[in-house]
């Protein structure tokens, strides 16, 4: 298979549509061949550090499973655990394999789901030994689906036949370190007893995938072991009796058991981390394509932006172009235009949507060079988005391959919406210096997110181009009022070259408010008498709206804590979500959410719908300390104690 088959077959758009896929990581050959059993279609996928996946289909033909086998211990786990989770995207990551018993209820071939995973090998070492562990809690959602594999109180279907007495499944905690026990009578096992005694068994590889899993937006992960031996100076004599393989095989077949009733569970069982209910991840470049798309509908003018980037390259060897405007002046919009023509690398921050930090913006980016250049570079880990350390080398891995007097532009929208991780570090740690023929075409709002360059740069302020942005805004309405939906609406009226000067004379030339109430004329939400009395600029659409909301009299209160709650959140949601936090039903959230469609994306992926706001700027102007005063609303008991543990539960941050 060739560097470009191989990437391609380990996408994640690889599988089909109504597959998850899940990472499996074992330790020893008899763990590994034991989970393998359980797999159809195996092929060999290789990671370009040299690590060999088996993939393969569960036999339920709802997960595609990546396995690997990582030897023993958490360093080389962690390792692993990292490139299977950069590699595949997985919606859960299982470590399973065998154990030694600690407690004597334990028998040998019984089941242990590690509901916490003790790293018990932190500690300071002085007279006495001070313990400093590390605990990881099993991810609740997948304990509470395990217990329904109880044999004693649930499903049976998965037990392995056997001639002796079947599996018991135990639910505790799990001590993982480096080290193989095989005394009781060692310092280690009175270690244990003293600072974990709760923990049931010990293994060498949790706390390593734990931690990873940790690092990547708490992917959901699970520690599976079956009982190999007791810990004791009879581990040789189980291992020769075959318990080894047996207590292999009914962590394998409990895994199997598990993966299947996640997959007929509800959509929410799948982590955040995973994407959204079910949702086989798209690669970040077609994400960034499809957006493009919707972003560059319609467009009209621009050309002297285009004009001065191509007159910026032409005079430098490097360097860096900065777009500047205030929001709705059409940014967002000119950017991916200029990555649409020319087929650039960008990358769009949207703080609303939660995409604004470098750890989205570093493997957006090296997904999409990946898909233009044969990389010698790994993909970004969890260590690699503190610091501009990856980003100069990946930058620098490009220049090497560029063609002689190739030039490469990558594209990076609303840098004042990106997480601000240092003052002394550019955004997203964007690099102060370039490699010849690299470009950097940027987009902020005007005079904010300061950005340092030791080499050339440019600025071209669209709010410098009065005439030529009037000139697009005219052009950008006569397109929009020549919409079969928009004319449908607008049939009736006698004057359309009137309705067109007041549009542009209102908008203030603002982008935004133009695609508002072209909108709202198309979708019915404003009449044609409305046109006559039109919003002056985009606050004063944003007030009106507000006022309306108002003046529904008892109804009014409720819509304003629903669209407040949504406010607050990081990342799109679902309106089950924002029915638990207001403790209301789900279908008056959805008819509330009506009301405020216009400022909202709502996205549909197969049964689930998730909304969140169209545009940052709706946002913050409800956020604003006149808006919330004139609203009425009262933050502090929107984000109360009770909302915000519900929605911290479902993985989803609050802010105040």
């Known amino acids: 298979m060739s560097r470009s088959d191989d990437r391609n077959a380990a996408s994640p758009s690889a599988a089909t549509t109504d597959q998850r896929t899940a990472v499996v990581l074992c330790a020893l050959p008899v763990e590994y061949q034991a989970m393998q059993a359980h797999l159809t279609e195996v092929r060999n996928e290789d990671h370009q550090a040299g690590t060999r996946f088996k993939v393969g289909q569960l036999a339920n033909g709802h997960w595609r499973v990546a396995l690997a086998r990582t030897g023993p211990g958490n360093v080389d786990a962690a390792v692993l655990a990292e490139r299977a989770i950069s590699r595949f995207h997985p919606q859960v990551i299982l470590c399973v394999g065998v154990a030694g018993a600690l407690h004597d209820d334990l028998r040998l071939g019984d089941v242990v789901v590690a509901v916490r995973v003790h790293a018990y090998h932190g500690g300071t070492a002085a007279k006495d030994f001070h313990a ?16 329904d594999l109880d044999p004693q109180v649930g499903q049976q279907a998965w037990l392995p036949p056997a001639p002796m007495l079947p599996p018991r499944v135990h639910f505790r905690p799990i001590a993982t370190g480096e080290v193989v026990l095989n005394s009781r009578d060692s310092a280690l096992f009175a270690q244990l007893r003293q600072h974990q005694n709760d923990a049931a068994a010990i293994e060498m590889e949790g706390a390593g995938i734990a931690q990873a899993a940790h690092l990547n937006g708490a992917l959901d992960a699970l520690v599976i072991r079956g009982i190999s031996d007791a810990a004791d100076e009879a581990k040789l004599a189980a291992d020769r009796a075959g318990w080894q393989r047996r207590a292999a095989v009914n962590a394998a077949a409990f895994a199997a058991a598990l993966l299947a009733e996640l997959a007929s569970s509800a959509p929410a069982a799948v982590s955040r981390a995973g994407q959204a209910a079910g949702e086989v991840p798209q690669p970040r470049g077609a994400r960034q394509r499809a957006y493009i798309q919707q972003k560059t509908a319609g467009f009209v003018g621009r050309d002297f932006a285009f004009d001065e980037f191509s007159a910026f390259r032409d005079a430098h060897a490097c360097g860096t172009m ?28 949207i703080r609303a949507q939660g995409i604004s930090g470098p750890d989205s913006f570093l493997r957006s980016l090296y997904e999409q060079l990946s898909e233009r250049y044969q990389l010698r570079v790994a993909p970004p880990g969890a260590g690699d988005y503190a610091d501009g350390r990856y980003l100069d080398r990946l930058l620098l891995a490009t220049a090497d391959l560029l063609q002689p007097r190739e030039q490469l532009v990558i594209v990076v929208d609303a840098l004042d919406e990106a997480d601000v991780a240092s003052p002394y570090h550019n955004p997203l740690f964007l690099p102060t210096a370039l490699q010849a023929g690299i470009f950097l075409l940027v987009s902020r709002r005007s005079h904010t997110a300061p950005l340092k360059s030791d080499g050339p740069w440019t600025l071209v302020d669209l709010m410098a181009h009065r005439a030529d942005s009037r000139r697009d805004a005219a052009a950008f309405i006569q397109a929009s009022l020549a919409r079969p939906a928009v004319a449908a609406r607008l049939s009736g009226e006698a004057d359309l070259d009137a309705i067109a000067a007041d549009l542009l004379e209102h908008s203030q030339l603002n982008f935004m408010y133009l695609l508002y109430v072209l909108r709202d004329i198309e979708h019915g939400r404003m009449p044609a008498q409305g046109l006559r009395a039109l919003p002056d600029g985009l606050t004063d659409y944003y007030e009106r709206h507000l006022e309306r909301m108002l003046a529904r009299g008892a109804e009014a209160d409720f819509s304003l804590r629903t669209i407040y709650t949504l406010a607050g959140l990081h990342e799109p949601v679902t309106a089950s979500l924002l029915a638990r936090a207001l403790q209301v039903t789900e279908l008056d959230v959805v008819r509330l959410l009506k009301d405020w469609a216009q400022f909202l994306e709502i996205a549909r992926v197969r049964s689930t719908v998730t909304y969140c706001f169209y545009h940052q700027d709706f946002c913050d102007f409800l956020l604003q300390e006149e808006t919330v005063r004139a609203a009425g609303v009262n933050l502090g008991e929107i984000n109360s104690t009770r909302s915000r543990r519900l929605i911290a539960g479902l993985g989803v941050d609050l802010e105040e």
């Open 132 to 147: 400093r562990p590390r605990t990881w809690d099993a991810p609740h959602r997948l304990v509470q689906l395990a217990y």
């Open 322 to 349: 900065i777009v500047e405007g205030v929001p709705g002046t059409g940014k967002t919009s000119l950017l991916a235009e200029e990555a649409r023509r020319r087929n650039w690398p960008a990358h769009f921050n």
